[in-house]
C-alpha cells in the first residue's frame, strides 16, 4: 500500500493539537511545584519545568514508539527519511532531545557569557576591547537564531515536509496514513503564505542590519560606559528590600503594579499571569490587561 506524504495543513494541526498537551502538562507541573515548593521556586525553576513537560509528553509518546495525541488526531505516522520504516529508538530520543531541550540550553549559554565575562579569570585573560566585542555578538547570535528559525518555516510553507528544525536535522518525516481531504488545494495559499514569510524575513534582515551599521558608527564609547554601568548594578553586594522582585529575587527591571499594589518584573509577573492570573503574593484575581507598566520610575 502507497502513502503519501502528509502536507502542510495536517503537519500544522497535529503541532497546534500537541502544543496544547503540552501546554495543559506545562500547567499541570506549575501548579503542583506551587502548591508543594511555592511560588518563589517556581519562578526560579520555571523554565526547567517547561523543558520537563515536553519531555515527559513527548517521552511518553515518541520515544515509547507510538503517536503523538495530535499525530493521531489528523492520522499521520513518523518515518525516517526512506519513508519505509519507522524510525529508530535513537533517532526518536534524539528527536525529542534535540526539540525540547536545545532551545533551552542555547539560552542559557547565551546568558551565561555575560555573566562570564565579568568574572575574575576573563577580566584577567582578555582585554576590555575583547570582551567588549565578544558581549556585542550576543544580540547578533539571537537574532541569527531567530532568522534561521522564520527562514526554516518559510521553507515548510513552501515545500513542506520538516516543520521543526529537530525534525530535519534528524530526517523524520510524516506519512498520511488516510486520504488526504482536499489539502492539495490548500497548498497554493501555503505557497503564498511562504513566499510573504520570505519576503518578510528578507526586509527584517535588511533593517537589522542597517541598524548595526548605523548602531557601529554612533556607538563610540557607550557600549563601554553602559558596561561598566552594569557591572555596578550587578557586583552591587546588596539589593534594598524595596527593589527587589519578591519572584526572581533580584532587582527589579521595568517595574510593574499589578492592581493590588505590589511590584514585580514585567518578564516576571507576565511569564506568572500566563499561567495563573493572580498575584504571587496575595493572591488576588486580575486580569493581564490590567497590569501597569511604570515607566520612568526605575530610575528613581
Not at 170 to 176: A, D, S, V
Not at 239 to 249: D, K, N, S
Not at 272 to 292: D, G, H, M, N
Request: charge should be positive.
Amino acid at each position: 500500500m502507497f502513502f503519501q506524504p502528509a502536507s502542510q495543513p495536517e503537519i500544522i494541526r497535529s503541532n497546534q493539537k500537541d502544543q496544547f498537551y503540552v501546554d495543559f502538562l506545562r500547567n499541570s507541573l506549575a501548579d503542583i511545584c506551587q502548591s508543594f515548593v511555592g511560588p518563589r521556586v517556581w519562578a526560579r525553576w520555571r523554565k526547567e519545568l517547561d523543558v520537563l513537560g515536553e519531555i515527559l509528553y513527548f517521552g511518553l509518546t515518541t520515544v515509547a514508539g507510538y503517536q503523538t495525541l495530535g499525530e493521531e488526531y489528523v492520522n499521520i505516522l513518523q518515518v525516517d527519511h526512506t519513508r519505509r520504516a519507522v524510525p529508530s529508538p535513537k533517532r526518536r530520543l534524539a528527536l525529542v532531545l534535540l526539540y525540547a531541550c536545545s532551545p533551552y540550553l542555547l539560552d542559557r549559554l547565551l546568558a551565561y557569557i555575560p555573566r562570564l565575562l565579568e568574572s575574575d579569570q576573563a577580566r584577567a585573560g582578555l582585554s576590555p576591547e575583547v570582551r567588549q566585542r565578544i558581549s556585542q555578538c550576543i544580540p547578533v547570535l539571537r537574532q541569527a537564531v531567530m532568522i534561521i528559525q522564520r527562514a526554516h518555516i518559510a521553507v515548510f510553507y513552501l515545500r513542506g515536509v520538516f516543520y521543526h528544525v529537530a525534525k530535519r536535522l534528524t530526517g523524520i518525516q510524516y506519512l498520511m496514513v488516510r486520504s488526504s481531504l482536499g489539502s492539495g488545494s490548500m497548498r497554493p495559499s501555503f505557497h503564498l503564505l511562504g513566499w510573504l514569510s520570505v519576503t518578510q524575513l528578507v526586509v527584517s534582515l535588511l533593517h537589522s542590519l542597517y541598524k548595526m551599521q548605523r548602531g557601529g558608527a554612533d556607538s563610540g564609547e557607550a557600549p563601554a560606559s553602559e558596561a561598566g554601568e552594569q557591572r555596578v548594578t550587578e557586583e552591587g553586594v546588596v539589593t534594598e528590600p524595596h527593589l527587589r522582585c519578591a519572584l526572581c529575587l533580584e532587582r527589579r527591571r521595568n517595574s510593574t503594579a499589578t492592581p493590588c499594589g505590589h511590584l514585580f518584573c514585567w518578564e516576571c509577573i507576565t511569564e506568572w499571569c500566563s499561567t495563573k492570573a493572580e498575584c504571587p503574593l496575595c493572591r488576588e484575581k486580575f486580569q493581564l490587561s490590567r497590569l501597569v507598566y511604570l515607566q520612568n520610575f526605575d530610575g528613581r
